[in-house]
C-alpha cells in the first residue's frame, strides 16, 4: 500500500551544480503536483502534470527549473545551475483521475546548497 | 489576494479541545483541506469539506465552513500529546491548492 514515494528525501548539492528530485505516484494516480515550502512557511503550487504533458507550470521559475512526467518511471524535477535560494523542501503530490480528488502527498526532498 | 491566513500557534492541555482556525480569500473554491505536517514528514491529508457543506465531523475531528466569513476551523476533540504538529488548511481551486502558513500546535502533558 505505497504512498506517494520521492527520493532522495535529503539532497545536497553545491551552488552551480544540477539537482533531480524524483517522484512515484501512488498507484492508480494519473495526476502529479511538485510544491515547495520555504523554512517556517506553507507550500507554493509549481507545476502540474500528467502522463508526458505539462498541464500547469505557472508556479515554476522561468529559468533553471523544469519538471517532467514520462510515459515510463517517476516525475522529476529538475534544478539547474543551483543557488543558495532554492534551499528548500519539494513536496510531490498525487491524486487519481476526477474532479475533486484530494491530493496525496509524500515525505518530500529537503534540498540543501552548500 | 491570494492569501489563506492562519494563526501560528496554539498551546493546549492533553485532553482538552483544540480548535485551529483559517481564513481564506476565494469564494470560489470548491474544497478546503486540513493537512498535519509532523517534523521532517510529509503532509497527512486530515479531512477535507466541499463548500456546500457547513459541517463535516470524523471521529474526534470537526470542521465547521462559514462561507460567508470565508472562516474554516478545525476542532480536535481529547487533544493527545500525539497530535503535536503543524497543521496547514488550504484551498483548492481546482488543481492548484493554496496552503496557509501553518499552525503549529503543542500538546501539554
Known amino acids: 500500500n505505497a504512498g506517494v514515494m520521492q527520493n532522495p528525501r535529503h539532497l545536497v548539492r553545491r551552488r552551480g551544480q544540477e539537482a533531480r528530485l524524483r517522484c512515484s505516484p501512488m498507484?492508480?494516480?494519473?495526476?502529479v503536483y511538485w510544491y515547495r515550502q520555504l523554512p517556517e512557511e506553507g507550500l507554493k503550487f509549481m507545476v502540474y502534470?500528467?502522463?508526458?504533458?505539462?498541464?500547469?507550470e505557472s508556479g515554476m521559475p522561468k529559468e533553471r527549473f523544469s519538471a517532467e512526467f514520462p510515459k515510463e518511471g517517476p516525475s522529476i524535477l529538475r534544478i539547474q545551475q543551483v543557488v543558495r535560494g532554492d534551499s528548500a523542501a519539494y513536496f510531490c503530490?498525487?491524486?487519481?483521475?476526477?474532479?475533486?480528488?484530494?491530493?496525496?502527498f509524500g515525505d518530500g526532498t529537503r534540498l540543501s546548497i552548500l | 489576494g491570494e492569501d489563506v491566513e492562519q494563526s501560528l500557534f496554539l498551546s493546549v492541555r492533553e485532553g482538552d479541545s483544540s480548535v485551529i482556525n483559517c481564513t481564506y480569500t476565494?469564494?470560489?473554491?470548491?474544497?478546503l483541506y486540513w493537512y498535519k505536517q509532523e517534523p521532517g514528514a510529509g503532509l497527512q491529508l486530515l479531512t477535507y469539506?466541499?463548500?456546500?457543506?457547513d459541517m463535516k465531523q470524523d471521529q474526534r475531528l470537526t470542521v465547521l465552513l462559514n462561507k460567508k466569513d470565508k472562516h474554516l476551523s478545525l476542532r480536535i476533540a481529547d487533544t493527545q500529546t500525539g497530535d503535536s504538529a503543524i497543521y496547514f488548511c488550504?484551498?483548492?481551486?481546482?488543481?492548484?491548492?493554496?496552503f496557509g502558513t501553518g499552525t503549529r500546535l503543542k500538546v501539554l502533558a
Open positions: 503530490a498525487s491524486s487519481p483521475e476526477g474532479f475533486g480528488q484530494p491530493q496525496h
Open positions: 498507484k492508480g494516480h494519473s495526476h
Open positions: 502534470l500528467q502522463k508526458e504533458n505539462i498541464i500547469d
Open positions: 476565494d469564494s470560489s473554491s470548491t474544497y
Open positions: 469539506i466541499f463548500s456546500n457543506m
Open positions: 488550504a484551498e483548492g481551486r481546482t488543481y492548484k491548492y493554496i
